[in-house]
């Protein structure tokens, strides 16, 4: 009978896994977003970078201007994709302290909400 109750108490930590699971599928397609966002960016860049080695004069400064703005979009894309990425460690941390906490004698809910609000800040800033 003890195992029954031991299956079913799994059960229900596996009910609560299920929500991070979706945010991490979310968190996921969004890297992948910002990924292809930062690919673009890179071959533009690059582009820039190849015609300005052969120009002089004002087109040279309005490439030097636009590069500066591919950089700041190169370094704030990189900055999501770094808080995004945090973000999706800590829902993984959750789960495992879901487990944890479940299976264990210890009370582990106030750092379960303590990563889970942390994981959502990130993933705010992130976005």
């Known amino acids: 009978m003890e195992t029954l109750n031991a299956f079913g108490d799994i059960g229900n930590i596996v009910q609560l896994a299920v929500a991070p699971v979706f945010l991490l599928t979310g968190i996921a397609a969004f890297l992948g977003v910002l990924s292809n966002r930062l690919g673009r960016i890179t ?21 030097e201007k636009e590069l500066a703005s591919l950089w700041r979009r190169i370094n704030m894309i990189n900055k999501a994709i770094r808080l995004c990425t ?25 750092l379960v909400a303590v990563f889970f609000i942390a994981a959502m800040v990130a993933l705010i800033v992130g976005l």
Do not use: H, K, Q, W
């Not at 071959?43 to 002089?56: F, K, P, Y």
């Not at 829902?91 to 479940?102: D, E, R, Y």
């Open 86 to 110: 945090s973000s999706a460690l800590l829902v993984c941390l959750v789960v495992v302290m879901l487990f944890l906490g479940g299976l264990s004698p210890f009370d582990l809910s106030i």
């Open 43 to 63: 071959d533009r860049a690059r582009v820039l970078e190849r015609r300005r080695a052969n120009i002089s004069g004002d087109r040279y400064t309005l490439i």
